[in-house]
T-cell receptor, first 109, second 114 residues
């Protein structure tokens, strides 16, 4: 079966850097997604990794290690608007998304 | 319309009643999905459709049915609602099913079954 783990909640300071980790176990893998979800809103796409390494997109970067079943989302120069939940999701062998429970990120001034 | 719309925004429903949640997209995406989101759990796939005229079961299909008569619409029906179906329901779409594609989400329907 599949399993995804990510921390329930994290707190960081405005202007700082935060790393949100995601570990997974799966028998089939077609990539790993990160989505952002503000409270009461729909998830929105942030990044997709299918090969090992770091993908950088502005203030956000995502890293994948397939051999370790590990990914992280790195957020730099944190802004108050980054307060949200961050969802890790793996795409399984059937191209369906299996979602983690999400990490609630709280940004303090 | 731009993107995906869902209706209603929220609903309170008596147990045993029938309810259809509506979802419409104008992006001409082939694939559409229904998820439920419950506190402390990840999004869970209820049903999906890779193209008009076809549907498939996700992780938690029991008590729900879907149809896909055309590309744009993907309604979700609860035949006889139960309290455990209280949740936030998200509809999503992607350009193609069965391949890597970013999914685009509607604003959600908050359903309470009493």
């Amino acid at each position: 079966g599949q399993n995804i783990d990510q921390p329930t909640e994290m707190t960081a300071t405005e202007g700082a850097i935060v790393q949100i980790n995601c570990t997974y176990q799966t028998s089939g893998f077609n990539g790993l997604f990160w989505y952002q979800q503000h409270a009461g809103e729909a998830p929105t796409f942030l990044s997709y990794n299918v090969l090992d390494g770091l993908e950088e997109k502005g203030r956000f970067s995502s890293f994948l290690s397939r051999s370790k079943g590990y990914s992280y989302l790195l957020l730099k120069e944190l802004q108050m608007k980054d307060s949200a939940s961050y969802l890790c999701a793996l795409m399984d062998s059937n191209y369906q998304l299996i979602w983690g429970a999400g990490t609630k990120l709280i940004i303090k001034p | 319309i731009a993107g995906i719309t869902q209706a209603p925004t929220s609903q309170i429903l008596a147990a045993g009643r029938r309810m259809t949640l509506r979802c419409t997209q104008d992006m001409r995406h082939n694939a559409m999905y229904w998820y439920r989101q419950d506190l402390g759990l990840g999004l869970r796939l209820i049903h999906y459709s890779n193209t008009a005229g076809t549907t498939g079961k996700g992780e938690v299909p029991d008590g729900y049915s879907v149809s896909r008569a055309n590309t744009d619409d993907f309604p979700l029906t609860l035949a006889s609602a139960v309290p455990s179906q209280t949740s936030v329901y998200f509809c999503a779409s992607s350009p193609q099913g069965g391949s890597y594609n970013e999914q685009f989400f509607g604003p959600g329907t908050r359903l309470t079954v009493l």
